[in-house]
T-cell receptor
Framework: EAGVVQSPRYKIIEKKQPVAFWCNPI?????LYWYLQNLGQGPELLIR????????DSQLPKDRFSAERLKGVDSTLKIQPAELGDSAVYLC???????????????FGPGTRLTVL | KNQVEQSPQSLIILEGKNCTLQCNYTVSPFSNLRWYKQDTGRGPVSLTIMTFSENTKSNGRYTATLDADTKQSSLHITASQLSDSASYIC?????????????FGRGTQLTVWP
């Protein structure tokens, strides 16, 4: 069974340019998460989807970040315009259902490492 | 405030030695606690999960403990191998108002030397 797929794996852009990341969750997983991870830190939640609905986007910087999961399957995270401080790893994860279901495990993709010059 | 604190921040041990990583949390109400292993350039992978009623869980050479009263957990690695070099992240899941939210520690960076 394929795991969570993310692309690209690496991206280098100049500041003020737009960038987009793509994630395809594990088949059948209703919940999808986007995380930001800085070096030496744990992941920080940006947004959580239940199917196509964004149920937790309180940590998403909405002035420059946007995300969509139109058909409740794959998802895109966009930054426009990118800033130097956006350099980080962007992780996507998926789970069968929300964490409220006992022992529900999140499966993570390999991440996209973004470097903003 | 719901927080997860891990110690030490980094650790270097020799191959074959044992080590213990610590996790303290303030997340309440508590649902479960997982330890994840994150290899360099990869996403985290779950090692163990414990709910409120469990106080120990093993996965091969990894043994996790949980004291829900003191809100502390530990991950013990036995007979370390070079492949154990990674970041180990403690993740706590909440219930109620924090349903579905995971709280991540900063991780302990473990390096195993030959």
């Amino acid at each position: 069974e394929a795991g969570v797929v993310q692309s690209p794996r690496y991206k280098i852009i100049e500041k003020k340019q737009p960038v987009a990341f793509w994630c395809n969750p594990i088949s059948g997983h209703n919940t999808l998460y986007w995380y930001l991870q800085n070096l030496g830190q744990g992941p920080e939640l940006l947004i959580r989807y239940e199917n196509e609905e964004a149920v937790d986007d309180s940590q998403l910087p909405k002035d420059r970040f946007s995300a969509e999961r139109l058909k409740g399957v794959d998802s895109t995270l966009k930054i426009q315009p990118a800033e130097l401080g956006d350099s980080a790893v962007y992780l996507c994860a998926s789970s069968l259902d929300a964490g409220g279901r006992t022992n529900n495990e999140q499966f993570f993709g390999p991440g996209t490492r973004l470097t903003v010059l | 405030k719901n927080q997860v604190e891990q110690s030490p921040q980094s650790l270097i041990i020799l191959e074959g030695k044992n080590c213990t990583l610590q996790c303290n949390y303030t997340v309440s109400p508590f649902s479960n606690l997982r330890w994840y292993k994150q290899d360099t350039g990869r996403g985290p992978v779950s090692l163990t999960i414990m709910t409120f009623s469990e106080n120990t869980k093993s996965n091969g050479r990894y043994t996790a403990t949980l004291d829900a009263d003191t809100k502390q957990s530990s991950l013990h690695i036995t007979a370390s191998q070079l492949s154990d070099s990674a970041s180990y992240i403690c993740v706590v899941s909440g219930r109620g108002s924090t349903l579905g939210r995971l709280y991540f520690g900063r991780g302990t960076q473990l390096t195993v030397w030959p």
